[in-house]
Nanobody, 121 residues
């Protein structure tokens, strides 16, 4: 069993930046970030493979967000730049991708509790 704890969320102005962290209780396989805005389904944001060499992003964040991980610290990060109000959501980290469909929520075995990101308009 792996526990995941997100941190780094908060309120920021349009165009600002935030860095989210996801600390795992132990080593993990591929990991990902998802987000859920009020009244909407949870959606894929980004994923990174076990050694950090392969990453994917949703079209809505590509070029603005950067995913990374430090396996020595069992921690994954999401650097978010040029934030806009459409990025407002609860951000969740997920671990241990078990299918090729990295953009699907049911492809991950473990989930964190989420951290709120609010971009003021």
């Amino acid at each position: 069993q792996v526990q995941l704890v997100e941190s780094g969320g908060g309120a920021v102005q349009i165009g600002g930046s935030l860095r989210l962290s996801c600390a795992a209780s132990g080593p993990t396989l591929a990991m990902g970030w998802f987000r859920q805005a009020p009244g909407k389904e949870r959606e894929f944001v980004s994923t990174i493979n076990q050694n950090g060499g392969i990453t994917y992003y949703s079209d809505s964040v590509k070029g603005r967000f950067t995913i990374s991980r430090d396996n020595a610290k069992n921690t994954m990060y999401l650097q978010m730049n040029s934030l806009n109000p459409e990025d407002t959501a609860i951000y969740y980290c997920a671990a241990d991708l078990s299918t090729p469909f990295y953009y699907e929520t049911n492809a991950y075995k473990y989930w964190g509790q989420g951290t709120q990101v609010t971009v003021a308009s």
